[in-house]
């Protein structure tokens, strides 16, 4: 049967032996005329004008009754819909055309097949208008039953992370769903079996072996005798739950009831795996806004890989023009690791800004990491890239999958997963351009108080220089006009002294404490000189091994170059008291983006994490014991360091050393 030809087209198209129906039919698949391994279109096909071409095989129970070639005469290939729409179609024309066949009848098995498939489009339709899971569960069991024209039935949903069979949905049951316990996914139970050999079951009398044995009775007041189970799978073929129909009739199911609800079982996948990636979205846009970044991405990972039925998930971000850094993932032990954005599978998907699938991560030599794949299973892995826009000029990072079976993703995985990345790179977006906001805010709320402290400290300093130079003026005076007394009276002239020295160590202390007050004049810094001032000034032991990688070459910095090596010289007291007096303190500089990032590391005891997000507050800021001077404070610290335009950020483990490391913006104009 053909339709839809052009006048000029020729009918002398007979298949080809090794053409696209042959392999579709051989694979018992789709085939397209585009594509990697594609075959070209019939000559014939091509002279009327034919430039794309899908073909289905017909197949019912890898009995092949025929092909459906679909053609395109235009630029345009065929959409995701037009696919998924005929992928349904081709099931129910086998299945016609097999019935028709087998009944000699094939008219009223196409009649009989147009009306199922009206039923099953109504049925459809009534599916998809359900906003939420329970409801649409429940709409598939009574549309199941009245296929069937049963009144008794269960519908279980499949819990991946359990490999349990939850009931959901109840019909002819006083009792409520969920009030019966879980099945697991065995042979132990019917629906279970259905479940793990992915096939449906008809059963004509359960109390016959070997079904008696397992089957497991609804929670209703007559007794069962026949059973219907169908598997319920989604598009990239995982298992969405079980239809399970049963009546108190023996032979109560024909096998047309069977192909009615495995049809129904297609319709109702898509629904269900459309239904639970809204839940999914909405349950992501609630926590949005009221949670901190990391759990927010947590939850992503972990809805996708339940969505789309995975073992592991990660989400890489852009560190570095050619970095990848690990930012949440289903393995938290491996956070913080790093890949090639060039060299690496994960870091593909970010290049070309579109989704990459593996087959075999294990034969794949872009796959960077073959020892952790054997360690965690992975076989099949697909990667995205994470675009909170699409104008944006480069991706923040890449979202990817792994599978421990050898798994095709399909559109619908692909897309699904896309989706999901697009949110959490708008979460990483969101999560950034808060802690700017926030970081700004704090930068001038902590200028306009430095600001004006230190007008007050300004003062002061001016009114305690005066009282100390009047005290330095009387001290001379005396010593001017009263030798002889001072002479006779060695205890004054010691007395005296005393007070000199008093004063010039009360100026002292003063100024230093007031420094960090002093106002901020920014300009071009190298960084190794404040290094190495900060480091004379340390005046580290001989224990104290000091080692400086990198730090040269820096490009100059826009800070202040007093208050730079103030803060250094704090890093490098902390990290020497950390250690004891006894370690090695390494400190580090390299190019990261528009900053350089200069780390400080110790070998000493480490810092609880309960108490590293408290070090940079201002309660942290205390005296000094060993010098009986205001301490200049990791508060002090981090306050320089916003106000340079920076940031800073501590990585320690007890036991294990700490490492404090200071971006600085580079400076341009230099």
């Known amino acids: 049967v053909s339709a839809g030809e052009p006048p000029e087209a020729s009918f002398d198209d007979f298949p080809r032996p090794d053409g696209l129906g042959a392999r579709a039919i051989q694979r018992e698949r789709r085939c397209m005329s585009y594509g990697p391994g594609a075959i070209d279109i019939h000559p014939a096909k091509k002279q009327a004008g034919a430039t794309a071409l899908a073909c289905w095989p017909l197949v019912v129970g890898h009995e092949a009754v025929g092909a459906l070639y679909v053609y395109r005469c235009d630029s345009r290939r065929f959409s995701d819909t037009e696919l998924l729409i005929l992928d349904n179609f081709v099931q129910f024309?086998?299945?016609?055309?097999?019935?028709?066949?087998?009944?000699?009848?094939?008219?009223?098995?196409?009649?009989?097949?147009?009306?199922?498939?009206?039923?099953?489009?109504?049925?459809?339709?009534?599916?998809?208008?359900?906003?939420?899971?329970?409801?649409?569960?429940?709409?598939?069991?009574?549309?199941?039953?009245?296929?069937?024209a049963a009144q008794y039935g269960s519908f279980e949903t499949f819990d991946r992370r359990r490999n349990l069979l939850v009931t959901r949905a109840l019909a002819g049951s006083k009792e409520p769903p969920g009030s019966e316990p879980p099945?697991?996914?065995?042979?132990?139970?019917?629906?279970?079996?259905?479940?793990?050999?992915?096939?449906?079951?008809?059963?004509?009398?359960?109390?016959?072996?070997?079904?008696?044995?397992?089957?497991?009775r609804l929670p209703v007041e007559r007794d069962m005798r026949s059973e219907l189970v169908v598997p319920i799978f989604g598009t990239?073929?995982?298992?969405?739950?079980?239809?399970?129909?049963?009546?108190?009739?023996?032979?109560?199911?024909?096998?047309?009831?069977?192909q009615l609800l495995e049809s129904l079982g297609v319709h109702a996948g898509h629904a269900i795996q459309e239904i639970r990636l809204l839940d999914a979205l909405q349950d992501i846009a609630e926590h949005l806004l009221n949670t901190d970044g990391d759990a927010l991405l947590k939850l992503i990972v972990d809805r996708a890989c339940d969505?789309?039925?995975?073992?592991?998930g990660s989400?890489?971000?852009?560190?570095?023009?050619?970095?990848?850094?690990?930012?949440?993932?289903t393995d938290p032990t491996?956070?913080?690791e790093t890949l090639s954005l060039q060299n690496s599978f994960t870091g593909q998907a970010v290049r070309l800004r579109r989704p990459i699938a593996i087959d075999d991560v294990r034969l794949n030599p872009n796959f960077m990491r073959p020892e952790l794949a054997q360690e965690r299973g992975w076989v099949s892995a697909i990667v995205v890239p994470l675009l909170a826009s699409k104008d944006d000029a480069l991706p923040v990072g890449s979202f990817a999958l792994y599978a421990p079976e050898l798994r095709d993703f399909s559109d619908w995985d692909k897309k699904l997963l896309t989706v999901l990345a697009n949110h959490a790179a708008v979460a990483i977006r969101d999560a950034e351009q808060l802690r700017l906001l926030q970081q700004a805010r704090e930068r001038q709320a902590t200028a306009e108080t430095i600001a004006a402290v230190g007008d007050v400290a300004a003062n002061l300093l001016h009114?305690?220089?005066?009282?100390?130079?009047?005290?330095?003026?009387?001290?001379?005076g005396i010593e001017a006009k009263c030798p002889e007394a001072l002479e006779a009276w060695p205890y004054l002239q010691k007395s005296l002294g005393q007070i000199s020295a008093s004063v010039r160590q009360a100026q002292s202390i003063v100024h230093d404490s007031m420094a960090p007050l002093q106002p901020l004049k920014p300009q071009p810094v190298q960084v190794a000189d404040c290094l190495r001032n900060a480091l004379n000034r340390a005046n580290l032991p001989e224990t104290v091994v000091a080692e400086q990688r990198g730090l040269v070459d820096l490009p100059p910095v826009r800070a202040a170059g007093k208050q730079l090596e103030m803060v250094f010289y704090n890093l490098i007291d902390n990290a020497q008291q950390a250690m004891g007096g006894t370690g090695t303190l390494t400190i580090s500089g390299v190019v990261d983006g528009d900053c350089v990032a200069v780390s400080v590391a110790d070998t000493g005891v480490g810092i609880p994490?309960?108490?590293?997000?408290?070090?940079?507050?201002?309660?942290?800021?205390?005296?000094?014991?060993?010098?009986?001077?205001?301490?200049?404070g990791l508060w002090w610290v981090k306050t320089f360091v916003d106000r340079f335009g920076g940031r800073i950020e501590v990585d320690s483990k007890p036991g294990q050393g700490s490492t404090f490391t200071v971006w600085l913006p580079i400076e341009r104009n230099a």
Do not use: C, M
């Open 334 to 336: 491996r956070h913080g």
């Open 463 to 476: 009114q305690l220089n005066n009282k100390f130079g009047a005290i330095s003026v009387r001290v001379q």
């Open 183 to 216: 099945l697991p996914v065995d042979e132990l139970s019917v629906v279970g079996w259905a479940a793990l050999h992915r096939q449906s079951v008809r059963i004509d009398d359960i109390r016959r072996p070997p079904w008696r044995n397992i089957y497991h």
């Open 609 to 632: 994490p309960e108490r590293q997000a408290a070090i940079f507050e201002l309660a942290s800021a205390a005296t000094n014991r060993r010098t009986g001077r205001l301490s200049f």
């Open 307 to 312: 969505l789309i039925n995975v073992s592991d």
């Open 315 to 329: 989400i890489w971000l852009v560190s570095a023009p050619d970095t990848l850094v690990l930012r949440q993932s």
């Open 93 to 148: 024309a086998a299945i016609a055309i097999h019935d028709g066949r087998k009944t000699g009848g094939l008219s009223r098995a196409l009649g009989r097949k147009v009306r199922q498939l009206e039923t099953l489009n109504r049925a459809s339709n009534l599916i998809s208008s359900r906003t939420n899971l329970e409801e649409t569960l429940q709409e598939i069991l009574f549309i199941g039953l009245d296929l069937t």
């Open 236 to 258: 990239g073929g995982a298992l969405e739950g079980i239809l399970n129909i049963e009546s108190p009739q023996p032979n109560a199911f024909s096998e047309r009831d069977r």
